[in-house]
């Protein structure tokens, strides 16, 4: 199980240093990441410029639609919701 773990948040830093950004919907629902947050303190101090700020939730859907099927509820308000989202500075 440890491999497993280690590989999905391998995952997450990978698509981090390729530039992309990354918010916990997304790490969860692309790479089964629960704990995005504890990774990005992890990482932080590792030496890591870790960035992070506010984005619709509509943003995290529209990329993880491009990857996979994500319809949250139509009542939902994805956007006034808001999510924490992370990048590397570079």
């Given at each position: 199980?440890?491999?497993?773990?280690?590989?999905?948040?391998?995952?997450?830093?990978?698509?981090?240093a390729?530039?992309?950004?990354?918010?916990?919907?997304?790490?969860?629902?692309?790479?089964?990441?629960?704990?995005?947050?504890?990774?990005?303190?992890?990482?932080?101090?590792?030496?890591?410029?870790?960035?992070?700020?506010?984005?619709?939730?509509?943003?995290?859907?529209?990329?993880?639609?491009?990857?996979?099927?994500?319809q949250?509820?139509?009542?939902?308000?994805?956007?006034?919701?808001?999510?924490?989202?992370?990048?590397?500075?570079?």
């Amino acid at each position: 199980m440890a491999l497993i773990k280690h590989g999905m948040t391998q995952a997450v830093r990978e698509h981090l240093a390729a530039g992309q950004p990354i918010t916990r919907l997304e790490a969860l629902v692309l790479y089964g990441v629960s704990n995005l947050t504890g990774l990005m303190s992890e990482m932080r101090r590792q030496g890591w410029m870790i960035e992070s700020r506010w984005v619709p939730y509509a943003t995290a859907v529209r990329r993880i639609n491009e990857y996979a099927v994500l319809q949250p509820p139509a009542n939902l308000p994805v956007r006034e919701m808001q999510l924490t989202e992370y990048w590397v500075k570079t």
